[in-house]
């Protein structure tokens, strides 16, 4: 008997992790892959899969897109709005706004480094998406710390030895890099300071905050540092003191790359550097100076302080020439020890010691010892005078895409607006009821004496009967004016409603606070702006991503409860566009504008739907011309490092390279810290980039280029019976090999669709432009392009076009295939694999991360010692497809390639091919099967084929072999997928291929720091309750 409940509950899972919805037959396999099972419409009474799902609506909402394929959206249930509802207890809607039922369960995006994140765009589009699936557990990282290895017993029945492993950490904890940084900061305050100070320096040196974590380990370093209670001081107040052994020395900063604190960190090559460096590079090391110019220490130490994720040394001379138009001295990269005094050296390969990381320094005064022994008496005063009317201030929460309500705006840089969640909202909703109840008594209605500006106290609301905490702003004759300082708006109320405030009611930091709107700080009082974000974000629940965590921290808001993500920042700055310098959809005289021939348009891109972008002459055209011209000469006159963009966000307008001019981008996605996707706006061409590559819009073109719209026109071809999205590979490629170097080319629009902002145009490559026959809508209309192949799969030596039977699914990998044969002259079988993976001896342990988990029988894990490596690898895989445009390749089944899956690419092997174009391909890192574009397929050069494939099969240990419900997989799933584990090697399955590798593991949830969970133990015990259930 199947329960409905559950497979509705099921569905909805699989359905919410794919933001932008998910085709029907993608949602069939998640669903298998989720569970074991297909979806059992037939057991619950319907014929076909479509049928069953248009019976949900509660559940899923099926739609069919532009393409002509079914997809399938998760409907919002009534659990997606109680956030709103607790969080939003304003009290009259001119004072705060209203807020609005919007979807708060926030999807969010991972912060660096060990997950890329991707999403999907219109060419067109400015919204910044979020993928759910593989991003919101990211967000609760937690390093693992290794424990000493142990023998499971024979008898899996008995109890089995569970030593405590040392806590584990965040994943920004990294023990041996904040050691060596602790060091720096204490040479440079050899003085000693405030151990509350710590976290300050750190951010200010390191640009990063200071892990928790760190502070508790303080007194375990001794090796380090020194730590002592001072007697005139606070009890919670200690002091930090170099230990003695580093007063007189400084080391360069060492990676870690692991969170166990008692593996070794990555080397930083320094012996290697001197001693085994070949001949070619030895001269130039002793040629070279020992020590760098002050003027080029200067100039070096600007641009890495620009750059405060780090920069890659190897893009580091192009830089340098760029900004100050004069070439780096070649012995700089031959020998990175010079720069030691200027920045840390970091080395994420430790197989190559050029692949370095640079992190700039942050130069202090020499007097800042003397201004920190002033500081340390100047605190100790301050601590005995402490008032008890003194709230602790509202720290910013640790999370880096925390929910907030926008109460409301005068300015961009400065927004009123409150944190939700615990220890905020929550919390307040807690005083406010506590408040409620203690002055319900009459003997604590005590009505405040006498009045003063700045004075706190408590207000009785009288329309919803609470008592909020306030401010006194002004004291009128018989009124007073207050502010309310967990709700941020203000009021003008009689004295007789103020009550004396009792000090319990002060514990609580205010929860009204203020933020800056990152891109608007130019328009922040523009009104067009102002009011654009009042109707956007005034009384919503929003999400916020902090880019700097200051006093008044720099925020870019996104609204998540539409079906596209919004941009708050983004969609306000469009409003200073001119509607004059737009390209019109309509014109007053249809007929006549219709009718026109538009002699040469650029056409800039061809997508994959059928439809192209172009320029067309227009006002704003020809404006924005003369302003890139401008702009040319303005940065070749400029030798500064100001222009460069040190602090991208998605949604930031900027300028990039395109074929050697300057244009118009915004960033669309970030992969990391150094690499992200930007698009071009005028031309709607995509496009993957360092962030060294951007250059911030000079100022005195700012308003300049944000009042011109973008200037790129999307088109498809008239008359054509295929429509937008039905076409095949070969039909896109021959447009794209006919238009986009066709340099007489005409085109006529025929029809208009306003609300996709969709141009039906005649495209002549002839000048014969007056008959519609001879358009390139008719030419490629009867050429043989529109045929759909047959469902194939591909033996090891079929190639892609030469189809066999039809199929019905998608086989899974066996170990008997033979994929070790290749066909003779393929590009992908000429070169060898990556090696295998090296795993620890049995019975040790070792970090992992498991990414897939479908059951106890069948997971994938990956070891966390390389998951930096696998970052930087993606990211430069990003960098060097996305710059191509190669054609069509032959594929093969059981070979390995690089895929585009979203917006990252993957080394993947080949399953089959779909008469839909689509290939199955299993992702060799990650352990996903997806469904992939065959033209999204590239060969994986052997530059990416050097690190080993990090996805590994596993199953659990310690539990018996049988096939699992769907109950015990959800929990499974639940406890496993997406987190870091330590697993204990019990056994490992040996195979021809890498991608057959089996093995069989414990896996320990050491997250918590009171107890370890044994997954093993808790699945087991799952199981039993099951069968006494049944």
């Known amino acids: 008997m199947v329960d409905e409940e559950l497979v509705k509950k099921t569905l909805r899972a699989v359905l919410r992790s794919g933001k932008g919805g998910l085709p029907l037959s993608r949602l069939q396999a998640e669903y298998k892959e989720l569970t074991g099972e297909a979806v059992p419409h037939r057991e619950l009474g319907h014929a076909t899969l479509d049928t069953m799902l248009r019976a949900m609506p509660s559940v899923v909402r099926v739609d069919r897109a532009l393409s002509g394929e079914v997809m399938c959206y998760a409907t919002a249930g009534k659990e997606m709005a109680h956030l709103t509802k607790l969080a939003a207890r304003q009290h009259t809607a001119e004072k705060t706004g209203r807020p609005q039922m919007v979807n708060c369960q926030m999807r969010v995006k991972p912060s660096a480094p060990f997950v890329l994140n991707g999403k999907t765009d219109n060419p067109t589009a400015s919204n910044s998406t979020f993928n759910l699936a593989t991003n919101l557990l990211h967000l609760f990282f937690f390093s693992l710390t290794k424990y000493d290895a142990f023998t499971a017993p024979a008898n899996l029945n008995e109890n089995i030895p569970q030593p405590k492993p040392r806590t584990s950490h965040s994943s920004s904890y990294i023990p041996k890099l904040i050691q060596s940084r602790l060091k720096e900061i204490l040479i440079k305050h050899s003085n000693g300071f405030w151990v509350s100070k710590l976290p300050q320096l750190y951010r200010e040196l390191y640009k990063q905050d200071l892990p928790s974590e760190a502070m508790k380990d303080l007194e375990q370093w001794t090796h380090i540092c020194i730590v002592e209670k001072p007697c005139s001081s606070k009890p919670n107040e200690l002091l930090l003191y170099p230990a003695k052994d580093i007063r007189q020395t400084s080391t360069p900063p060492s990676s870690a790359m692991r969170p166990t604190a008692d593996r070794q960190p990555s080397s930083p090559f320094q012996a290697q550097q001197l001693s085994t ?112 009317q003194t709230t602790p201030p509202l720290l910013i929460p640790t999370e880096e895409y925390p929910s907030v309500l926008v109460v409301e705006a005068r300015s961009t840089n400065s927004v009123v607006l409150r944190y939700i969640g615990e220890g905020y909202s929550k919390a307040l909703e807690k005083l406010e009821d506590d408040m409620k109840e203690y002055y319900k008594q009459d003997n604590t209605k005590k009505p405040l004496a006498s009045l003063s500006s700045g004075q706190l106290t408590a207000v009785y609301a009288e329309e919803e009967e609470e008592i909020l905490r306030a401010h006194v702003c002004e004291v009128m004759s018989d009124k007073v004016k207050v502010n309310y300082v967990d709700h941020g708006f203000s009021e003008v109320i009689s004295k007789s409603r103020l009550l004396e405030m009792h000090e319990k009611f002060l514990r609580l930091p205010f929860q009204a606070t203020k933020c800056k709107l990152a891109g608007l700080e130019s328009f922040s009082q523009e009104p067009a702006v102002l009011k654009k974000f009042d109707s956007m974000a005034r009384g919503k629940i929003l999400l916020a991503e902090l880019l700097e965590q200051d006093e008044i921290p720099l925020m870019v808001l996104y609204d998540m409860s539409q079906d596209d993500d919004v941009n708050i920042n983004a969609a306000c700055l469009r409003t200073l566009q001119e509607k004059s310098l737009d390209i019109p959809l309509q014109v007053p005289d249809r007929s006549e504008f219709y009718s026109k021939v538009i002699i040469s348009p650029s056409v800039t891109t061809v997508c994959s739907d059928g439809t192209f972008c172009c320029q067309i002459p227009s006002q704003g055209l020809t404006k924005l011309n003369e302003i890139l011209e401008k702009t040319e000469t303005y940065f070749h006159s400029q030798v500064t490092s100001e222009s460069l963009v040190s602090r991208p966000f998605c949604g930031k307008s900027c300028l990039a390279r395109y074929k050697g001019r300057w244009s118009r981008v915004e960033i669309t996605n970030l992969h990391g810290s150094r690499v992200l996707d930007i698009l071009f706006v005028d031309l709607a061409v995509k496009a993957s980039v360092e962030v060294i590559e951007l250059r911030e819009i000079p100022p005195p073109f700012l308003c300049d280029f944000v009042s011109i719209p ?19 590979p070969d039909a896109v490629q021959r447009l794209k090999d006919t238009i986009l170097h066709c340099s007489d080319c005409s085109l006529k629009i025929v029809k208009v669709e306003e609300s996709k902002h969709l141009y039906h145009v005649y495209l002549f490559t002839s000048k014969n432009i007056n008959d519609p026959s001879s358009s390139l809508s008719c030419h490629l209309a009867d050429l043989d392009l529109w045929k759909q192949h047959a469902d194939i799969f591909l033996s090891s030596q079929e190639h892609l076009k030469a189809p066999s039977g039809p199929i019905t699914s998608i086989p899974t990998a066996s170990p008997q295939l033979d994929s070790g044969r290749r066909l003779p002259g393929s590009p992908s079988g000429s070169l060898p694999l990556p090696p295998v993976l090296e795993l620890p001896p049995l019975g040790q342990n070792m970090d992992i991360y498991v990414s897939v988990a479908c059951h106890p029988g069948h997971f994938v894990l990956q070891p966390w010692q390389d998951m930096y490596k696998l970052m930087v690898l993606m990211e430069e895989m990003i960098l060097y497809y996305n710059r191509r445009d190669d054609n069509l390749i032959t594929v093969e089944k059981n070979q390995v390639y690089a895929a585009k899956v979203e917006n990252n690419w993957h080394r993947v092997l080949v399953k089959g091919v779909l008469s839909s174009g689509l290939v199955s391909v299993y992702e060799l890192d990650y352990g996903k099967h997806e469904l992939v574009s065959c033209t999204l397929l590239r060969p994986l050069i052997q530059e990416f084929r050097q690190l080993p494939f990090q996805g590994i099969t596993a199953q659990l240990a310690g539990v018996k072999p049988r096939k699992w419900s769907e109950e015990a997989s959800i929990v499974f799933r639940n406890h496993i997928e997406k987190k870091p584990l330590v697993a204990q090697l019990d056994s490992v399955q040996e195979a021809e291929q890498p991608w057959y590798r089996r093995v069989t593991v414990y896996l320990v949830d050491t997250s918590q720091e009171d107890r370890d969970i044994w997954v093993h133990d808790l699945m087991a015990e799952f199981a039993d309750d099951l069968t006494k259930a049944a």
């Open 277 to 388: 460096t070949p001949s070619s590079s030895t001269s130039s090391l002793l040629e070279s100076p020992k020590a760098l110019s002050e003027d080029l220490k200067q100039k070096l130490g600007v641009l890495l302080l620009k750059y405060s994720s780090g920069l890659w040394a190897h893009a580091l001379p192009k830089l340098y020439q760029d900004t100050y138009k004069t070439k780096l001295p070649e012995y700089v990269l031959d020998n990175l020890l010079l720069l030691s005094e200027i920045c840390t050296i970091d080395y994420p390969m430790p197989d190559n010691p050029k692949r370095a990381i640079l992190y700039g320094k942050v130069a202090e005064d020499e007097n800042c010892n003397q201004a920190e022994l002033a500081d340390l008496k100047v605190r100790e005063e301050v601590g005995r005078c402490f008032s008890s």
């Open 710 to 728: 973008p200037q790129a026109v999307r088109c498809c071809l008239a008359d054509l019976s295929v429509s937008v999205g039905s076409w095949t």
